[in-house]
Structure formats: C-alpha cells, structure tokens
C-alpha cells in the first residue's frame, strides 16, 4: 500500500509538471476564462520582445514588418502567458502617430494557434480622439442595432514594463468572426478601403486588383481577406455591375445580391454617430462579405474613430441631412448609398431605421449612463497614459470635457453634445418626409435651442396634457400646464446648464433642450 501510494504520488507530480509544461508553452487556452472582452473590466496586456526588434517596428511604421515577443494576459482572476506570437504596427495615419496601434497575431509562428477563441487582437491607440472611448462606442451601438457583433472592450498596454497606455482591444474580422456570425464562412471578404467608391471600371478583375488602397502602408484599395490563395474578384466584379444598372433595373438587379437592411442601417448609424470616414462620404473603412451561401454582399463598417464630433472638415455633420450624407461633388460617385436611397420602397425603409435608431439606441436620455460608465472605467487608465498626450497634447482635462464640450478645433463636439444636436436635427429632417407616415405627429421642435431663458416650442397639433422636465439625471426640474395651444414658450430662466428632457404624454419621444 505504501508502495503504491508513493507511485501514485510520482505519477500526480509528473502528471502536474506535464500540464503546467502544456500550459507555458502556448499550446494551451484555459477554458472557460474568456475575459479577452469583457466590458466590464480593463485587463492588462504585457508585451516583451528584444529592444532591437521594437526598434525596427517603429524606424519602419509604414511596413507590416513582424518580430516575436512574449504575451502576457492578466485579469484579476488569471495570468496567461504565449510564447512567439507576432507584433507589428496597424492602422492607416495611426502608422505615423506617436502612439501607435499594434495587430497581435497568435497564429503566425504557431500554426492554427488560438487565444480565448481569437487568432489576432487589434490594440488600437485612439491617438486622436481625447476620449479614446469612440470607437469602442460606435460598436456598442453597431451591436444594439441588431448588427453582426464585432467584440470590443479596453486594455492598459505595457511594452517590455513600459505602460504605452490605454488602448482599445477589438475583435479582428477574420474568418474566424465569419464563422461567429454567418452560416457559411467560405466566402470572399473584402477589406475596402479609401478610395474604394465601386465604381464602375467594366467587367475586368484586374481594374479593381489595381486601384491602390491610400492608406499610408499601401496595398490595395479592395483587398481580399480570405480564400487569398484563388485571388478570385469575380463577385465583387459581379456586383459593381450590378449598381452601375439603370435606375429602371435597378433593383431588380441588385435586391438578389446585396443583404440590403444591413446596408441602409449601416448608413443610418454613420449618420445617427457622425461617422464621416466612411464609404458614402469618404469612399473609405468598410468589409463586404459575399455569402456564398445567399448569393448576397453583407456591408460592415469598421475605423470607426472618426465619429461623435471628431472632424478634419468644416463640416457640422450634427446638421448635415441625412438624406444627403453621401459625398455627390464633382467626380465623386457612391453607387451603393446613393441609388440605393433613389429606390422609394430602400427610401422608406431607411427614414424608417434612421427614426428607429435615434428615438431608442441613440437617444440621449438612454445612451447617456452607457457614455458615463464608459468614462468612469477608462479614467484611471488615461491618468496614466502618457503617450495620449504626444500628438495632441491632450491631458485629463481634455479627456473630461471631451464628453461634454469643445476640446479644439480638431474636436468640435463633445460626445455628448454631438448626440443631442444630432439626435433634435434628425427629428427636425425627419418630420420634413411624407414617406414617414404618421411621424410628424410624433415629434415636438424648439428654438432656439441651445436656450438661456426661454425656447418656444412647436408642435404638430395642440397640447392639452401637462408637460414635464426632466434634468439629464432623470430628475425632475420643472412642470409646465397644459399650454393648449401648437406653439407655446417655455420658461427656463433659473435652471442649471445643461441637457433637459422635455416629455408629454401625447409624444412617445422626448424632445431635448440644451440649456446655457
């Protein structure tokens, strides 16, 4: 018995050393530990590679070039560690920023190689954006709309013990994700990026193999992602063709090859989020995925810092129309987003998710506490980011008023003011379309608005029921009687800067008034 026991012992020690073995070498996933995206905490992520190596990444931030390095991932409940994944610069001007963004690719020198699910991470520096929380943001919304979810969340990155800061971690969109969110994951995915506007340039592959792609590491403009090997274009051939039809086959040409709701929603989001540096504006950050399975082109935005009132342009995309988000200047072709709208039943149908989206997803009252928690979370770590600070010179205080006011020219908007100046124009532009049916009945206007002491309001028909509002807390700052009339003013005076909720019960949506 004493005999055995010792054995069993050896063999429980052996059988130990073996796992942990097992584990530190990388082969390893722990199961049931998938924290790489959890929103609700910011894990740490610690690189180390040779000095030399970071070197050359950064003396050549306009080559993908690649060197191992060790990866070390930690939450409060784990510490994982892979040896020999890859790391390299990403991004398009971020290449030339003084914080950078990095791709990590699992896979690269370990062959089908996953991490918690994933075979690459994108850890993305958000160098111009003070908040670092907007993209992270559009994709919340993304989610919300019903959209094939692409995973983000934060992340302090440390480089050989050396904090490089806040980063935002997202999910890379790969054939992996395709298998997260389509039936079929064996078709051709497109990364298309400035200045892919599909237009039309005849029925040869190599006409769009040769457009290059303007981002400052090159490559082309529609760039294959998956089934490399066969470099086959014939479906994106297939349907820019499509879009260059007549206006009378239209239609009938493009419905059987485009998953055309995703399409329309997707524009509505660039719209209801200030998204500019997109395909109907810029010709520039999205995907298309041609399922093989329905025969049709899936649209997905991605690059989506550029948003919430961050611009390069004096444009007020808060009050650009929606029904002309597109970019129509001279020379400027945007087949997919401007014959689509000139179809009356495609028209309709994005008012309608246009109307949608800003009365629930993007209305402040409800996106506010998720912008709020937001910056509660990420606020100890941007503390402590120095190299936010590098290109725009951006400090704490920046970061605070970022979400509520002007932060520079670059910066116009506050993400916060953006929402609700976008949220009262969009209202404004909607209650202007017969095709909405009922919803000029619907909205309540104001002017001025942002008010001091008095805005006056317009309704549709007579208010006979009380109205009520509400501070941006919930809370409630003042009521008005029944004014009984379609135009009537309302007293401010006394109140405390800030966003108000203006609710009737004769109108399902609150109208919003800035106060100053």
Known sequence: MIINCKFWVFKSVNLFLFIMIYCLSGTNVLKGQNTLYDENIIPSISLYLPPDSLADIYNHPTENRQHPARFIFVTATQHDTLENV????????????????????????????????????????QH????????????????????????????????????????????????????IHYADDNGNLFKCTYPADLDYLGNDPQAYKNISSGAVSGGRAYDLQTNETSDDYTVLVDFITALYSQMTVFQTNVEPKLIYKNML?????????????????????????????????????YDTDNTFGVDWDPIDWTTRSFQNWANT?????????????????YYALYAHY?????????????IFPYIDSLHDLVRPAAIDDTYRTLDYGYDINDFDVGFVGTVDSHTPYGIKPFLTKRHNNTVTQLMDIPE??????????????PAREMCYIMAPFPVKVQLDLYSAQGRLARTFPAPGTDVFPLDLSGLSAGIYYLRCSSYPQAYIISVQ
């Open 86 to 125: 890859a790391i390299r610069l990403r991004g398009n001007t971020s290449r030339l920023a003084a914080k950078k963004s990095f791709k990590i690719s699992f896979n690269e020198y370990v062959s089908g190689r996953k991490y918690q699910g994933v075979k690459k991470l994108n850890l993305n520096g």
């Open 265 to 301: 929603k997707a524009l509505a989001m660039d719209v209801g989020t200030g998204n500019w540096d997109d395909y109907a504006y810029n010709k520039n950050n999205y995907y298309l995925y041609f399922n093989p399975s329905l025969g049709k082109c899936d649209f997905i935005s």
């Open 329 to 345: 200047q001279p020379g400027e072709k945007r087949p997919l987003a401007v014959k689509l709208l000139q179809v009356p039943s």
């Open 128 to 179: 111009n954006d003070p908040t670092m929380v907007r993209e992270k943001l559009f994709y919340h919304i993304w989610a919300r709309s019903g959209m094939p979810e692409r995973r983000a969340n934060f992340a302090r990155v440390y480089i050989n013990d050396v904090y490089y800061g806040l980063y935002t971690n997202l999910e890379e969109l790969d054939k992996v994700w395709l298998g």
């Open 436 to 449: 909405m049916e009922a919803g000029a009945g619907k909205y309540l206007k104001g002017s001025p608005n």
């Open 354 to 366: 246009m109307d949608s989206l800003n009365s629930n997803v993007l209305l402040p009252f409800n």
